[in-house]
Each structure stands twice: as C-alpha cells, then as structure tokens.
C-alpha cells in the first residue's frame, strides 16, 4: 500500500474516535493521535486491531483541550485533522456552573483552538469534525414531529437551565455554532466536513469483556433490553446508523471534493423501530434464543419516536447504502456473543489440570 499523508486525531480512545483510527490505518493514513494521556493511548495501541500498524500510529499528549495554543505542536505537519473528541456528562456534575465548565466551554473552546491551530498551520487542507444531529436539530417537538430533516435544518433549543440530560446536547449545538463563526470570521485555507450521526450502533472492538459492552455506551441501550434489563427511557430515538459507516464517512471526507468551505453530512441509516430488535435476535440467533442466553420475555417493548432524516447527502459521500438496523442488532448481538463465549472459556481453563492448558487455548484462538 503507497504511503499516505500524516492526520492528527482526536479522540481516539473513544468509541467513534477509535472505529476511524482503525479505518485510517487500514486505508494508509499515518496517524498522530492527540490524547490527554499516555496511559489512555497505550491501552489502544495494544489492541489487536492497530496493534498491527505500529510503524504508522504516533501519539502527542494535549492534556488540557481549552489552552489556547492546545494543538499547534500536536498538528505540525499534519495535512488532513480529524476531531472527534468532545467532553461528556458524568454524575459527579451537580450545578449549571459545573456543566458549562466541564461539558460546554472545553467542547467550543476544544473545537476553536483546533480550528485556530488549523488556520495557522501551513499544511493542513482539510479538517473534519464529529458533530451530532443535536448539533442543528435539538428541540423536541421538531426531534418528534416526523417532518424531515436535512442539512439545512437549524432548530435548537437553548433556553432553560442546564442539566445532566441537556448539557452534552447544548455542548454539540454551541461548538457546531462556534465552527460557522470561525470560518466566516478567520476564512482560512482549509475547508471543513461535518459528519453529523445519529444514534450510533455497532461493534466496537475496544470492548474487551462482557461487563464493558452490556453496560457501557449506546450499545448498552440496545443489549439490555435484549438481557432483560429494563430501560427507563420513555421513548427512543427512531434513526440509528452503524459506527463502521460512520468511520467510513470521516475517512471519506478526508479528500472527498465540497460544495462550501463547510459542508455538513447528517450518518442516519434511515427510519427504523427498535422493537424490531426482539425479532431480529430470535430469527438470527435462535440457538442462543432457545437456550435463554437473551431473557427478554417479559420485557416492556420500548417506544420509538418517530425520527425522519434525508440521508441522501451522506449516502453519495458514502458510496452505498447504509447498514441496516438489523445489521445493526446483528454486530452488536455477534461481538457480545463472542464476549460470553471467551470468558466462559477463560474460567472453564481456570479449572483444567495443566496438561489440558494448551487445548483449551487453541479453542480461544
């Protein structure tokens, strides 16, 4: 494979950052990845998915995204930069003071100064920023009312005090209001793609046992209900889109011609009902259906809001047709699985008399 140009990422730890940093090594990419700490990149670097392109992988650690000169050593020499990270909300946030300081200025001071850097860097051209459908569309009534939403679309809701639920959603609108003022104001020589997801789903190859994928991130909103977990949500997003056509629009950007000096793309594989989810697991693993390794019996289907995006924008940047909703279920559905499988190898090995030890593993393998 020819070498390709260096990109500076952020946010690879994460599960949309990491998913692109596999994708852009898999394509060539030499890949700086900028992390607040070593600890935090060594842990991905060791996985078996990125382990492989050690000879194009690099780190820089920016411990702190709100100083104003966070990135410019980071970016040095970097043609294309891809920004992925961006703070999210925790338990330990209790007032409104709280959530602006640790959710909202770091995510708009984070994307300014990366942006700033950008601009002063002679080399960069491109530079592509993981934004959310929230980031021009949160106000509910529009969220829920089936009437489509598309690129041009800018209804948020600013108003009312901030919360654990509404800060990462108001974080997502100002930095997204914060990059159009930079590029009117600064008018740089780079250009900007915004890849805008909905609900994300997909395997997600950080997750290393089964306790991480039942209970950490969005696919947790899918396997607990099929574990028979109860979910409190009163009504759930009725769009999703697969992290592996996520990653693949970020990539595609890279070098993908635009029509404006920022351009937005809304990742939505279409319409869908997450009841569908039951049918899916019983028609696709009914093995594991029938020996009860999913108990969702008597589990309270949930309500989908109806969510009509038009796609057709990133579908071209795409290439294809996104992933369905089952191919969805199925990849998550398959990694858990998988997850189940070898840990209860592991402990089965736990138990061998020594001369079994190498049996066992080969079955791992």
Known sequence: MPARDLVLLTGATGMVGFRILVRLLESGYYVRAAVRTQAGFDRIRALPTVHKYANQLSSIVVPEITQPLAYFEAIRGAKFVVHVASPISCPNLTSEGDYHEHI?????????????????????????????????????????????????????????????????????????????????????????????????????????????????????????????????????????????????????????????????????????????????????????????VFPFYDIVRPTTSVLNVDNSKAKRLLGREFKTFEEQVVSVVEQYLELRERTTLSRNVEGLPSGAYGRASERMR
């Open 104 to 292: 909202i200025r770091p995510a708009m001071q984070g994307t300014t100064n990366l942006l700033e850097a950008a601009h002063c860097a002679k080399s960069v051209k491109r530079v592509v920023i993981t934004g959310s459908l929230m980031s021009i569309v949160s106000n509910k009534k529009r969220l829920t009312s089936g009437v489509l939403i598309d690129e041009n679309t800018l209804d948020v809701d600013l108003n009312g005090s901030i919360n654990q639920s509404n800060a990462y959603i108001r974080s997502k609108a100002l930095a997204f209001a914060s990059i159009r003022i930079f590029m009117a104001e600064k008018r740089p020589r780079f250009t900007v793609a915004n890849i805008l997801p909905v609900l994300i789903l997909g395997r997600d190859d950080e997750f290393t046992n089964m306790t991480t994928i039942r209970f950490k991130g969005a696919n947790s909103l899918l396997l607990g209900p099929l574990l028979g977990i109860h979910n409190d949500i009163a009504a759930m997003m009725g769009n999703s889109v697969h992290l592996d056509d996520v990653a693949e629009l970020h990539v595609r950007a890279l070098d993908a011609p635009l029509t404006t000096e920022s351009e937005t793309f809304i990742a939505a594989a279409g319409p869908m009902n997450w009841s569908d989810c039951f049918d899916i697991v019983k028609r696709r693993f009914p093995k594991e259906y029938a020996e009860g």
